[in-house]
RNA sequence: GGUGAGGUGGCUGAGUGGUUGAAAGCACCGGUCUUGAAAACCGGCGUACGUUUGUAGCGUACCUAGGGUUCAAAUCCCUACCUCACCGCCA
C-alpha cells in the first residue's frame, strides 16, 4: 500500500512513477472519488458530532430530573440520516480501498526503466563457467542415474506434476544444503533462526501483498467449518516471518531485526503451465531458505546490498558461476520497490537462471502491517522498511550443483562445504 | 472435541447504559530539590483520520474483531477469533 498522500496531493507523478512499471492508474475517476470520500466523512462526522451532542443534553437531563420526551422527538430523524451517511461513505471507502489496495509499489529511483524481463540489467558476473569434455546432463537425468535420487514419476502417482520425490544421498544433500544455508545466515551473517507456521490466514497474507490481487497463485484450504478461503499454505517465508512484525511498534535500538527461515512453500504455478514442466526448476512445492530484514528507512537501501550479498556468500561458498541482475521497472514484484535477481549457472540449458530473488519492499508492506518503530527523538511511530530475499531457494540450488559438479560418469563431486553436513562424503555415485 | 472463565491504553488493573479516551498504580518523559544520584514533590504521557499555513485548536473513530439493541454502548445481545482452567484425545 502506497502512502495515501501520494493519492491526494500528487497523483500525477504518482502515476508517471506506476507507469514506469506499467501499472494505469484512473487518476481523473480516482480523484473524484476522493473529493467524494472528503464530502462525505466531513457530512457523516458533523452528523455523528450533532448525535453525540443531544444525547449527552438528554443524559444531563434526564439526570436533573426533567422530561426527556421531548428531546427525544427532537432526534428522532437522526438516526436514520446517520445511517445513510455512514453507509454511503462506507461503500466509497471501500471504492477507494479496493482501488488502493491494488496499486504496486512505486520503483526505487535507481532502478532502470524497462517493459520487461529482456529490459533488467546484469551488474556483474561470478565464478568460471565449467567446461566439459563430454555432454553435460540435466539435473532430471543425473537424478534418474542415481538410483531415483529424483523421482518424478512416483511424485506424479502421489500427488500430480510438479512434484518431486528425493531419495538416498541427493536427499541428504538437498538437506544438507538447507542446514549449510541456515548455519552460514546464523552464524557469519546475524539473523537469527525461526521456525514458523506454513499455514497463514488472509491478515497475514493482505500484509505481504499476496493478496487481495494473486490469490490464485496460492494452495488455500478450507475446512468444511469455515468460510472464505480457510487458511493458505505459505509461498515463500517471506509472509510468516515478516508479519511478526504486524502491528508491532519497536524501539530505535531494536532494529536492524534479522530473520532466517527455512520452510517449505508452496505455488499453484497459475498461468504457467507450458514453463519448466521438466525438472526441478518450477514445482508446487519447494523449500527455501528465506531472509528477512526489519530496518530503519534511512538504512533499507544499504540493507539491501548486505542481504543480496548474504544471498551470493552462499553460492561463492558452493563455487556455483551466477550473475546478479537489477530488474527493471517493468519486471519488479507487486510490493517491491527495487530487486536483485541472483540468476546460478546451469550448463545443461546453457544460461542462467533464477535462484534468489532479493527486494527492497521500503514501506509498503510495514503500511499494510502497521509495522512500525518509534526513535528516540520522536513522539510519533513511524512506518519501518521491510525486505526479503531468498538465500537460496533449495530446491534449485541443487539442480545447480547436479549440474555443475557433474562428472564424466554421471556421478556428482559434493562442494567442500557440504561434506560434513554428509557424513563426509565426497561423492555421489551415478 | 466437551465444560467453565476471560479479552480495557507500554504493563498491571477499576469501570451502576448517560459530560469516560477511559480511575488508580507501575514504567516512561520534563521540571523543582541535590555536589551528583536516589527519594520526595509538580507537570506531561495512546493511535488514526478530518478541518487547518500549522507537531496549535476543534471535530470524528478506536476499550480483540464484526454485527445488533438504544436518543446514547467499554458497559446489554449475537457471531467469530484468541487466552486461561479442568476433562477427553493425541505426535
Known sequence: MLDPKHFRNDISITADKLKLRGFDLDTAS?????????A???ATQELQNERNSRSKNIGKAKAQGQDIAPLLAEVSDLGEKLDAAKAELDDVLNQVNAITSLVPNIPDESVPPG???SENVEILKWGTIPTFDFEPKDHVDLGDNSAKGLDFESAAKLSGSRFVVMRGQIARMHRALAQFMLDTHTSNHGYTELYVPYLVN???LYGTGQLPKFGEDLFHTKPATESGLGMSLIPTAEVPVTNLASGEIFDEEQLPVKLTAHTPCFRSEAGSSGRDTRGLIRQHQFDKVELVQLVKPEDSMQALEELTGHAEAILQALELP?????LCSGDIGFSAAKTYDLEVWLPAQDTYREISSCSNMQDFQARRMQARFKRKSEK??????TLNGSGLAVGRTLVAILENYQQAD???AVPAVLQNYMGGCTVISA
Open 202 to 204: 488472509e491478515s497475514a
Open 115 to 117: 517493459k520487461d524481463e
Open 30 to 38: 480516482f480523484t473524484a472519488l476522493e473529493e467524494k470520500r472528503k
Open 322 to 326: 551466477y550473475r546478479k541482475v537489477i
Open 380 to 385: 510519533k511511530p513511524e512506518l519501518l522498511h
Open 410 to 412: 554421471g556421478s556428482i
Open 40 to 42: 462525505l466523512q466531513v
